[in-house]
T-cell receptor, first 115, second 115 residues
């Protein structure tokens, strides 16, 4: 089945550590996105990529980094510079970002907790 | 800048009651509009979308939404809710042209249906 796989499902991080969240898709979608979900704030865009080897900052990129070396993979690194990293992180992809009509396919998310 | 506002943060209904969740957006151009649902423990999935044509759109599981351009609104409705509709609902918008496909989400509405 085609879809988006996020791993791990749960992740615990000590303060001061960097951690990397995995996002893999086999949908052959060009565009991929990372969102952060916090209660009462909806989903906020961290980074997005429309094509391999290119990505742009979203609304809350500070303290995060990404790479897009392969079409199917878009890992997110939460760095120690991110002041409040505890959240639910969602990866998504889109088949047609140009018109935007198809919306997204979402992964199942990674819940990151700083301990 | 685009923004999306969902008026109801937490709604509690009894089974068979009618549902209407409000969504207003702020954007000067033509938009695509979406409603996503997140059932407990599951990933976000598309309920319905509008990008052109009949402003009354029907989605899965008996949901519908009406786009009222003059009011910048895209309210979600269901005539009779079921316990299984308990979930979090997100309204989202993107620009219909010249865009990167990135979606702007509202804050979400948690719907609790009592059996």
């Amino acid at each position: 089945d085609g879809g988006i796989t996020q791993s791990p499902k749960y992740l615990f991080r000590k303060e001061g550590q960097n951690v990397t969240l995995s996002c893999e898709q086999n949908l052959n979608h060009d565009a991929m996105y990372w969102y952060r979900q916090d209660p009462g704030q909806g989903l906020r865009l961290i980074y997005y990529s429309q094509i391999v080897n290119d990505f742009q900052k979203g609304d809350i990129a500070e303290g995060y980094s990404v790479s897009r070396e392969k079409k199917e993979s878009f890992p997110l690194t939460v760095t120690s510079a991110q002041k409040n990293p505890t959240a639910f992180y969602l990866c998504a992809s889109s088949i047609d970002p140009g018109t935007g009509r198809h919306g997204y396919t979402f992964g199942s998310g990674t819940r990151l907790t700083v301990v | 800048a685009q923004s999306v506002s969902q008026h109801n943060h937490h709604v509690i209904l009894s089974e068979a009651a009618s549902l209407e969740l409000g969504c207003n957006y702020s954007y000067g151009g033509t938009v695509n509009l979406f409603w996503y649902v997140q059932y407990p423990g599951q990933h976000l999935q598309l309920l319905l979308k509008y990008f052109s044509g009949d402003p009354l759109v029907k989605g899965i599981k008996g949901f519908e939404a009406e786009f009222i351009k003059s009011k910048f609104s895209f309210n979600l409705r269901k005539p009779s809710v079921q316990w299984s509709d308990t979930a979090e609902y997100f309204c989202a918008v993107n620009a219909a042209s010249g865009n990167t496909g990135k979606l702007i989400f509202g804050q979400g509405t948690t719907l609790q249906v009592k059996p």
